[in-house]
Structure formats: C-alpha cells, structure tokens
C-alpha cells in the first residue's frame, strides 16, 4: 500500500520559512520522481517542484526559483521542500506525489500515479 506522511505545513508571515517533508512508502522511492504540487483557492492545480533521484532531475516552477529548494533523503525514503521568502500568493494546499516518468527539468505535469493527502500553507501579508 503506498502511503505519503506530510507534514510542515502551517501559517507563516510574508517573507518567512517553511519546510514541508514527505515520507513515502510502498512503492520503489529509488526509481520513482517525487515531488510537489499546489492548489490554491480558486485555482488550477499547478506543479511546484520534483526531484527525480535516479537521474538527478530537479524541476521548479519558474515563481518559485531561487525560493524553493528540494531535497531528497533516500535511506529515509523523504522529500523535503524548503520554502524561503513566503508571498501570500503562496498560500494553498500542498500536495506531495510520485510518478515513474513525469519529473523532468521542463515540468511536473498530472496525471501522476500516486498522491498524498495535502498539507496547507497560509502566508500572511
């Protein structure tokens, strides 16, 4: 059974940090890209960032270069997302997925084979 514990999420101000972290199991981690994507109210679901290990493949969205960082512990099977220089624009649900072969340095584009439950991200102004 494949199973994502996220956590992380929270309300932070304007300008701060957050480290979201995704704990995944039953699926083979080493093989497969895992990453993030975010939904915010009103909106499309939109592709954060993902980290493909096998290869190295990192992918960010273009708002969120030079903010965002992920990382990836592998002997722990987590991603790890840090969240610096928080907009309000930030704000949303935060998803953590996997997929075999979505994760490229172009994009991090649905449909993607197994998802989380979400952790919500509220950046005050």
């Known amino acids: 059974e494949v199973q994502f514990v996220e956590s992380g999420g929270g309300v932070v101000q304007a300008g701060g940090s957050l480290r979201l972290s995704c704990a995944a199991s039953?699926?083979?981690?080493?093989?497969?890209?895992v990453g993030w994507f975010r939904q915010a109210p009103g909106k499309k679901r939109e592709g954060v960032s993902c980290i493909n290990s096998s290869d190295g493949t990192v992918y960010y969205a273009d708002s969120m270069k030079g903010r965002f960082t992920i990382s990836s512990a592998n002997d722990d099977k987590t991603v790890f997302l840090l969240m610096n220089s928080l907009k309000p624009e930030d704000t949303a649900h935060y998803y953590c997925?996997?997929?075999?072969?979505?994760?490229?340095?172009?994009?991090?584009?649905?449909?993607?084979?197994?998802w989380g439950q979400g952790t919500l991200v509220t950046v005050s102004s």
């Open positions: 997925a996997a997929d075999w072969g979505r994760c490229s340095a172009y994009g991090w584009r649905e449909p993607v084979e197994y």
């Open positions: 039953g699926f083979p981690f080493d093989d497969y890209a």
